[in-house]
DNA sequence: CTTATGACTTTCA
DNA sequence: CTGAAAGCCATAA
């Protein structure tokens, strides 16, 4: 399921440190599915919303691309500046210093 | 199998 | 920088 690796994948994604979606998506082995990725967090359980680090999840221009009422981009962002992470004054994060970059055992995983 | 949807991405104006 | 349009993918009905 590709769903299930994406949320096994965000949920490696270390506190302070972001991902995008497109980048989720390279990892599992389809680079063009990012829209999936999107679609898994969109359905994502609310029993794995704790465990599952979904507010690590951005998109390419570093912006919260959420308009989900449940999980609002207001309480997103909250989450992230409680790790540490830094907005700019126009609401974007700062990827080149965020951005995660997976270990040798993640990408040697999915391979 | 066909149609529809979504927390995306890239390109162009 | 913002906004619009087209492209692409997995899942659901």
Redesign the pocket.
């Known amino acids: 399921?590709?769903?299930r690796q994406v949320y096994q994948l965000v949920q490696q994604i270390p506190p302070g440190q972001v991902a995008?979606?497109?980048q989720i998506a390279a990892l599992l082995g389809?680079p063009?599915?990012?829209?999936?990725?999107?679609?898994a967090?969109?359905r994502?359980p609310d029993g794995k919303s704790d465990r599952v680090p979904?507010?690590r999840?951005i998109?390419?221009?570093g912006r919260i691309?959420?308009?989900?009422r449940e999980?609002p981009a207001c309480e997103?962002r909250r989450r992230l500046e409680a790790e540490g992470v830094r907005f700019d004054a126009?609401d974007r994060i700062s990827l080149g210093e965020y951005r995660w970059e997976p270990p040798p055992a993640i990408w040697r995983k999915y391979l």
């Open positions: 399921m590709f769903y995008t979606y497109g389809n063009r599915a990012a829209r999936a990725v999107g679609w967090l969109h994502l979904w507010h999840v998109n390419a221009q691309s959420t308009s989900c999980h997103q126009m």
